[in-house]
């Protein structure tokens, strides 16, 4: 893995027009693996008037060869999953087992799931006397975080390509190293130049010039609430379409007739995974009175399982370190009961946070309102199905969860009352060609699948 020193636009590598750097640290061990230009208003300007240049030949390409260059490039992405998953454990210290199994091959589905929706989409359609035209938004701003660094990316380069779109991405600075590798398959993979531009930088300098640029058409952006309702205000001040995913604190909700085990096993791996640093990780674990003690007692097992530094990485950075351990200490304050782990580092060295299960949390504790972020889960007590609703809703999120019932038809029904964007039944498998998004403060459009092409899509109707 080799970190490039400048920034890709117009389809080479140019140097940065300033001299900052940002320096890439490895979260298990504090070690740093590289640095990489922190680029400033100039070079946003200068991948944007490069997006610009390419996109009118881009939008005209058939949807056909459009659909041929994005299938290469999941096949480049394919070829070097190994390097991938490797430069995502070196910058987010996730295990390498789940670099391989998700980090890198999530993207690889993704990236097909669009090479073949841009051969099969209908860009248009007639509706009585009118053509309607389903044309490319434009230029796309695209502003990504660290927490699955290649998946965000894929998840709206990939689309926006297909729809015609030329893209400007700026990925998160604790993870550029994996935004410049897929830098570099886009050029192997054969993009006209300037159809993919990368800016590496800071958040409120690039980000923030990125957003504003009057050259940019769309902003897409995935990270906190707060910088997302920022960046909305700004792009709805200068009448640009904005598309935000932003956090979640989803229910996991176990009704009465459910298996148990499984539901608590399913439920407590769903946390852990990547150090729970998932926007839809189900952090919230709803159990009836009756078998709450049986449903701690079955989590408190399971999480012996998540060893730091073995099954469980550390958090991104020292930052967010501080920030879940804050939140430890805080549902210990307001009265959780704490059954495992707690605020004290697990390891001397590393960001590693000691994976923590709340028993006795009600649903006003800080605990259970806000995004942690991190491997904590906490389980709640409900009195009956309309109790385990109102936990369930009574959050400002709606991005994800999960319904375990004794059969389907339950779950369903259950799931349907839900004031959120995704739900799993029963344990269903992710699927990639269904809707992710957020419901209320989660955010606003869809990514994944038909629905997340038509967000780079506009609409032109022609009467005949
Ligand atoms: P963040 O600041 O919202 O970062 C997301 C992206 O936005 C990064 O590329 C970031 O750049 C950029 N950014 C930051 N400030 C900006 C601005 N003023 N204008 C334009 N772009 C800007 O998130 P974070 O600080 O990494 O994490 C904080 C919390 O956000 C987490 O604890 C978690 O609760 C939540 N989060 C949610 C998701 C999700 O998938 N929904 C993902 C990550 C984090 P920098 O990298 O330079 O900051
Ligand atoms: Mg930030």
């Known amino acids: 893995m080799k970190a490039h020193d400048g920034m890709y636009i117009g389809g080479e590598w140019r140097p940065a027009r300033g001299r900052d750097t940002i320096t890439v640290v490895n979260p298990a061990d504090e070690q740093v693996v590289g640095h990489v230009p922190a680029g400033g208003a100039?070079?946003?300007?200068?991948?944007?008037?490069?997006?610009?240049?390419?996109?009118?030949?881009?939008?005209?390409?058939?949807p056909a060869e459009r659909a041929a260059r994005i299938a290469a490039l999941r096949d480049v992405l394919a070829a070097r999953q190994d390097e991938i998953a490797e430069t995502v454990t070196a910058e987010l210290g996730s295990p390498l087992p789940l670099s391989r199994s998700v980090h890198a091959a999530l993207p690889v589905a993704v990236a097909?799931?669009?090479?073949?929706?841009?051969?099969?989409?209908?860009?248009?359609?007639?509706?009585?006397?009118?053509?309607?035209l389903h044309e490319p938004i434009g230029v796309v701003g695209a502003i990504t975080p660290w927490n699955y660094p290649l998946h965000q990316i894929v998840a709206k380069v990939a689309p926006a390509l297909a729809a015609g779109c030329a893209v400007v991405l700026k990925p998160a600075e604790d993870t550029p190293l994996t935004a410049q590798l897929f830098a570099e398959a886009v050029h192997e993979a054969g993009l006209p130049a300037g159809v993919f531009n990368l800016v590496t930088g800071l958040g409120p300098v690039a980000g923030q010039a990125l957003a504003e640029h009057e050259g940019v058409d769309l902003v897409s952006f995935t990270g906190s609430t707060a910088v997302g309702a920022r960046i909305g205000a700004v792009a709805s001040a200068a009448v640009k379409r904005v598309a935000l995913e932003l956090g979640g604190k989803s229910a996991n909700v176990i009704l009465p007739g459910a298996d148990l085990a499984r539901a608590v096993n399913v439920g407590v791996a769903n946390v852990m995974a990547n150090s729970g640093q998932t926007c839809s990780a189900w952090t919230r674990m709803l159990v009836d009175a009756e078998r709450y003690e049986e449903a701690v007692a079955l989590a408190a097992a399971a999480f012996a399982k998540y060893v730091p530094g073995e099954r469980i990485g550390p958090v991104v950075n020292a930052k967010q370190r501080a920030r879940v351990r804050g939140y430890i200490e805080k549902g210990v304050e307001e009265g959780a009961r704490l059954v495992v782990g707690g605020p004290e580092a697990p390891m001397e060295r590393g960001y590693y946070v000691s994976p923590t299960l709340f028993a006795d949390v009600t649903p006003d504790m800080t605990v259970a309102q806000e995004e942690i972020f991190g491997p904590v889960l906490c389980v709640l007590r409900y009195e009956d199905v309309e109790d385990a609703l109102r936990i369930a809703n009574g959050t400002v999120y709606g991005l994800a969860g999960a319904v375990w019932a004794a059969d389907d038809a339950e779950a369903v029904a259950f799931a349907r009352r839900m004031d959120t964007g995704q739900v799993d039944i029963n344990g269903g498998r992710f699927n990639p060609l269904a809707p992710f998004g957020g419901y209320k403060r989660s955010g606003v459009g869809r990514e994944l699948g038909p629905h997340g092409l038509a967000e780079y899509l506009q609409t032109k109707s022609l009467q005949l």
Do not use: H
């Open 42 to 62: 100039g070079d946003v300007d200068d991948a944007v008037r490069a997006a610009r240049a390419a996109l009118p030949g881009w939008a005209a390409t058939p």
């Open 112 to 132: 097909g799931s669009y090479a073949e929706l841009a051969a099969s989409y209908a860009f248009e359609e007639t509706l009585g006397n009118s053509t309607v």
